[in-house]
């Protein structure tokens, strides 16, 4: 009887696709940032978050923004490339890839996904390397990092920029080495579905001082260094982080272990629970170079299944659970093609097949082992 009521109650809740944690410490921090009357950018918390961060990733500075998309473009733009000047990013992933290239006059180059693991293709990266490409973006997705070695090695050898982008990877490593801490510069989103949030922003980490102190300018509208602080030496953003936003992160930042923790074992019951539905793929716990970190739990349709993955996701949505469809590729994005970013005739398949095909499952930190038995029982039912 328990049990029926038990059931009957998560029926009846809405299961949102994110659902953060936030501690008894960020509490505390906040309430201190509010009782001492430093809310703004130029507080305490904000400074110590910085080093604690970039400490954290092993690199010498870290540079606090709005977002992960204001932490792109501030340090593409810092690298003072010419207009036309090539990057490399996938196709499979969030449109501030493309959008932090194309405002800062640069051309973006795609290049498709690797099934196994739904990051960049290492053979298609290296190959689209050309006279033009000053940059590559290395952008981590969802679970796995990408496979860095040879790309690191190839642009080292020609002199490319490597930039990574590592938003959905907070805490995770490659290679026994912790993301964040390779090439020139890593970005990093504090958005609230992920490891770390503090609501909304973003970071920059970087062991390169002249890049650092380029994107604190940046950030902050450029104000003048010659003794004329209204006389701006560059065309800025204001893009600052403020001191409440700080203390939040402080606080998450205590709890990085126990999260990683928790997003994994997350992922291991979904694939405890889903391992036998052979309609579905689902990622695995650890590859050659990394423990999957399950920044969300992602179910990929298998080809010829005879249900639609929009038709899946209704259906769930009518037992309340909520999910969100994979990314929807840049070649196919209306505008870009829209503004002659793109050409309309460009195939990326993988990448098509994943946006396609491809949702994930409610995967925050506030969700229960009992949620997910739920969610999994209905994933069960539906594709069958």
């Not at 920059?204 to 902050?220: A, F, G, P």
């Amino acid at each position: 009887m328990k049990l029926m009521s038990q059931k009957l109650k998560l029926k009846n809740r809405f299961i949102p696709v994110n659902t953060p944690k936030i501690f008894s410490q960020e509490r505390k921090l906040v309430n201190k940032a509010l009782t001492t009357g430093w809310i703004s950018s130029e507080g305490p918390a904000v400074k110590q978050f910085e080093k604690k961060f970039s400490n954290f990733n092993k690199r010498k500075f870290g540079i606090t923004v709005t977002s992960g998309t204001a932490a792109l473009e501030i340090i593409i733009k810092s690298l003072n490339l010419k207009k036309g000047d090539e990057i490399i990013i996938p196709s499979f992933t969030i449109i501030s890839s493309v959008m932090c290239i194309i405002k800062n006059g640069l051309k973006p180059v795609l290049v498709d996904s690797d099934l196994e693991n739904w990051n960049m293709s290492i053979p298609q990266t290296i190959k689209k390397i050309g006279k033009k490409t000053k940059a590559i973006i290395i952008t981590h997705i969802y679970g796995f990092p990408v496979d860095m070695q040879k790309i690191i090695r190839v642009a080292k050898k020609k002199k490319i920029i490597i930039i990574e982008d590592a938003a959905e990877m907070i805490g995770q490593k490659y290679k026994k080495k912790i993301c964040g801490s390779f090439g020139i510069a890593s970005t990093f989103s504090f958005y609230a579905n992920k490891h770390i949030t503090t609501g909304e922003g973003g970071m920059i980490v970087t062991n390169d001082k002249k890049i650092y102190e380029k994107c604190k300018s940046l950030r902050n509208l450029c104000f003048g260094s010659k003794g004329n602080r209204f006389n701006h030496d560059d065309i800025g953003w204001n893009y600052r982080f403020t001191n409440i936003q700080a203390a939040i992160g402080l606080g998450q930042l205590q709890n990085i272990n126990w999260i990683v923790k928790r997003k994994r074992e997350i992922g291991k019951r979904y694939i405890d629970k889903l391992r036998n539905n052979k309609n579905i793929i689902i990622q695995k716990r650890k590859n050659n170079y990394s423990e999957n970190i399950f920044w969300v739990f992602g179910i990929l349709l298998k080809k010829g299944y005879r249900q639609k993955r929009d038709e899946i996701t209704k259906k769930l949505l009518k037992n309340n659970i909520q999910t969100r469809n994979f990314f929807h590729p840049m070649h196919k994005q209306s505008i870009l093609i829209k503004k002659g970013i793109f050409k309309k005739n460009l195939k990326f398949p993988n990448a098509e097949y994943l946006s396609k095909n491809g949702f994930y499952l409610p995967s925050g930190l506030g969700l229960t082992n009992q949620q997910i038995d739920f969610i999994c029982e209905k994933v069960n039912n539906i594709i069958y």
